[in-house]
């Protein structure tokens, strides 16, 4: 696990990754394809395939954590939404087609 990670946005993801037994190599899964059909074997077969040109693999599971930079969707701070651009009248919250019975904002501090 890397220690000191950069101050950017980051989100810590724990999970498990396929790695070949006897080189110790990780198998770079198309996780698409395992989204697609479920079959996580034949995700990790086809990947040593594509990446080391290795049929007939061994391979195991090993516990990984990771960090995952947030780089999609971010706004620069200048942009950042502040609570009156969603918690307003005329904001960009439609709250009642939503389904809720008005701001969440409004009826916190009402009910308090
Ligand atoms: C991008 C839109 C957006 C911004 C910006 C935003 N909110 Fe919200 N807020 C929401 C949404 C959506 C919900 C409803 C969440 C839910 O139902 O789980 C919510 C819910 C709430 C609630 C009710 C929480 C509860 O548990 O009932 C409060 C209080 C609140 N916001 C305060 C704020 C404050 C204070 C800020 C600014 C610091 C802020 N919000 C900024 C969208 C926003």
Redesign the pocket.
Known sequence: MRRNPPKRLKTLQQGILPVLKRERWIVPIVVEEFFADGDIDKAVRNAAKEAYGMDDIEYTWVDRDRYMGIFHEGAPAKNA???L???SEGG??DWLSLG?EGD??L??IVDK
Do not use: N, V
């Open positions: 939404f502040e609570c651009d969603c918690h960009r919250i809720y969440p904002l009826s916190a």
